[in-house]
């Protein structure tokens, strides 16, 4: 299982594609990408206080964050992702773009583990809205296991399948999924050239499925501008 990609690139995709521009928004990504991956966060939606308690809460269990920063990052998610039709914080976690709608975790013998592990920094309909491949859940659940003292490697085992199956991946046929497509099809598919499409082929080869667009942004040789182009219509 390649996932060299994964821990390489990881903050600099979420940055991509993530957390919107703002004052804040370089502060939020790196403190709460020390727990989080950051489409969990921008997921939720809550008022200041909301943010507030949730921020406090992350500092408590030991991001690092000066009491400015801490305020800076609250004020930052407040406007990028306020509640909205009331008052009260906490509210329910939203879809991920293009994702499927948030509901309760079903059955299953990693549902005890994440209430018991997860709830403190996540709220558990948050996992619903993602659809992942098994490799994808398992290194999701590896970098949160981390954070999870408690866990032993058989339960964050349990939880990666359990996650698998309850929120698989679904491919979507009219897209191309550039970790798998030959460099033919992605060629014509996109509107590359052979040379672009083969760099695509070549760098996953040598470093692993892309998690998203903005990964395909560092290779050399590759047209940003065409790549941002045809983004909607690849996946992953």
Same mark, same amino acid.
């Given at each position: 299982m390649k996932l060299g990609i994964a821990s390489i690139l990881f903050a600099a995709s979420c940055v991509w594609a993530q957390l919107p521009d703002g004052p804040g928004q370089e502060l939020a990504t790196r403190v709460c990408s020390e727990c989080h991956s950051l489409d969990l966060i921008s997921a939720?939606?809550?008022?200041?206080?909301?943010?507030?308690?949730?921020?406090?809460?992350?500092?408590?269990?030991?991001?690092t964050a000066s009491?400015?920063?801490?305020?800076?990052?609250?004020?930052?998610?407040?406007?990028?992702?306020?509640?909205?039709?009331?008052?009260?914080?906490?509210? %329910? @976690?939203?879809?991920?773009?293009? *994702? $499927? %709608? @948030?509901?309760?975790?079903?059955? *299953? $013998?990693?549902?005890?583990?994440?209430?018991?592990?997860?709830?403190?920094?996540?709220q558990p309909t948050a996992f619903s809205t993602y659809q992942h491949t098994p490799e994808e859940w398992t290194a999701i659940v590896t970098r949160m296991g981390a954070r999870a003292k408690s866990a032993t490697q058989p339960e964050l085992e349990t939880v990666a399948k359990y996650l698998a199956a309850s929120f698989p991946k679904i491919e979507d046929s009219s897209k191309v999924n550039v970790n798998k497509a030959a460099a033919k099809d992605i060629a014509e598919r996109l509107g590359l050239t052979t040379q672009e499409a083969e760099l695509i082929v070549e760098f996953r080869t040598k470093h692993g499925n892309f998690r998203e667009w903005g990964d395909l942004l560092i290779i050399y040789g590759l047209n940003g501008r065409k790549v941002q182009a045809v983004k909607d219509r690849m996946s992953f």
């Open positions: 939720m939606r809550m008022d200041a206080p909301g943010w507030k308690a949730e921020v406090d809460k992350m500092i408590a269990r030991g991001a009491p400015e920063e801490a305020e800076s990052i609250v004020t930052y998610l407040a406007k990028s992702f306020p509640q909205a039709g009331g008052p009260q914080a906490g509210a %329910a @976690p939203v879809a991920a773009k293009g *994702g $499927p %709608a @948030p509901r309760e975790l079903p059955d *299953g $013998p990693g549902k005890p583990i994440i209430l018991r592990e997860c709830v403190g920094c996540h």
